[in-house]
């Protein structure tokens, strides 16, 4: 089965994440900063940072175009975010008064496998049975891309400092945009080593079937993020 992509909701999905990334690099200075309630902004940062790489996630997904109708079982998505969430919460722990090596390491490889978990079983939420495999070397690729993704964000996100001159804007901005690159090579990498059989179709139980609904996901994602990043910029 054919498949191909919308390109502007693809650039869309990495306006998300490199919008995803700032928001975490700013985030961890808050949770850094806090000697109160540092607990809330960890649960605040996981929730801001996991909802927007799921919702760069199901950009991606809702972009991809295939010849048949493109649906998603609602428990399973959801639960995807739910993962995507549980593994930013641990990144930020992690990384709540510095990070040491093993305990970079570890966060990292945690992180990778939530994010695998949620691009995986965002992608088992189409329910096509039989009609979706994987090519083995770009799924393990993107695991790896995705290992290089969490690690390098946690460094990017403990290295940088709070400075509202020029160069510490434009060094946020740009490592915002490392982060986004990272993570949409992850997800479009995993796309690639999907192979949709002939005959596959989504499951007509799905109940997210609606592109409006989907797309006011994606939306609602983009805004969590937003709102949380101007908090976080609050001094």
Same mark, same amino acid.
């Given at each position: ?126 329910? $096509?049975?039989? !009609? #979706? ?9 993107? &695991? @790896?891309?995705? +290992? =290089?993704?969490? %690690? ?24 915002? $945009?490392?982060? !986004? #690159? ?9 796309? &690639? @080593?999907?192979? +949709? =059989?002939?005959? %596959? ?35």
């Amino acid at each position: 089965m054919d498949k191909h992509y919308d390109i502007l909701l693809v650039v869309y999905s990495f306006v998300i994440a490199s919008l995803t990334g700032y928001c975490g690099i700013e985030m961890t200075s808050r949770v850094r900063r806090a000697t109160e309630n540092k607990w809330v902004w960890i649960g605040a940062a996981a929730v801001a940072f996991g909802t927007g790489v799921w919702g760069m996630h199901f950009m991606g997904m809702v972009a991809l175009m295939l010849p048949v109708p493109v649906t998603f079982d609602t428990g399973i998505t959801f639960a995807s975010w739910a993962v995507a969430v549980l593994v930013s919460g641990i990144g930020f722990y992690v990384i709540r008064n510095g990070v040491r090596v093993g305990s970079w390491l570890l966060a990292s490889a945690l992180m990778a496998t939530g994010v695998c978990l949620m691009h995986y079983g965002g992608m088992y939420a189409m329910q $096509m049975g039989d !009609g #979706l495999t994987y090519r083995p070397v770009l799924f393990w690729i993107s &695991a @790896a891309i995705a +290992f =290089g993704a969490s %690690a390098a964000a946690l460094l990017i996100m403990t290295w940088l400092r709070d400075s509202e001159r020029w160069p510490g804007i434009l060094a946020r901005l740009g490592a915002a $945009m490392v982060m !986004g #690159l990272a993570v949409t090579g992850m997800h479009y990498t995993g796309m &690639a @080593a999907a192979i +949709f =059989g002939p005959g %596959a179709y989504c499951s007509p139980a799905n109940g997210l079937s609606n592109a409006a609904t989907i797309l006011g996901l994606v939306i609602g994602a983009t805004a969590v993020v937003s709102i949380s990043q101007w908090s976080a910029l609050l001094r």
